[in-house]
């Protein structure tokens, strides 16, 4: 009786774990992200401002590929480039956003309705 209980306990902790690490949120590569056209789930993403096109789009950047990062439009705002007088200032951050999604604008892949977590500007360029 006392085996039957604990190799129940132990299928319910092993389900209730697997369960957890499946509904976490898991960090990707902008590669990953392309592959599966944004299906990622619950994920963050990693990147780094390389250039910044205007006050709603910016190129982002990690060791495996680049992407256009849109900001919003003009009656909800993510993030705003704009915000700081010189054009090169966010050149360089990190920022760790959630939950991109895929948008195929004019040919171009963007980064869209993501979530910005943190952001801080690189001290090594």
Not at 4 to 32: G, H, Q, R, W
Not at 94 to 106: A, H
Request: with cysteine.
């Amino acid at each position: 009786m006392k085996k039957n209980i604990a190799a129940v306990l132990v299928i319910v902790l092993i389900f209730t774990f697997a369960c957890a690490l499946a509904d976490s949120p898991k960090f990707v590569t902008i590669n990953e992200w392309l592959d599966t056209k944004g299906e990622c789930g619950d994920c963050y993403m990693v990147i780094q401002i390389r250039e910044v096109l205007g006050p709603v789009l910016a190129v982002a950047a990690d060791e495996t590929g680049s992407v256009n990062l849109f900001t919003g439009n003009d009656e909800e705002l993510l993030f705003n480039f704009g915000d700081h007088q010189d054009a090169e200032y966010y050149k360089h951050w990190i920022f760790v956003i959630s939950n991109p999604e895929y948008n195929v604008f004019d040919g171009v892949v963007e980064l869209k309705n993501w979530k910005l977590e943190r952001f801080m500007p690189c001290i090594m360029n």
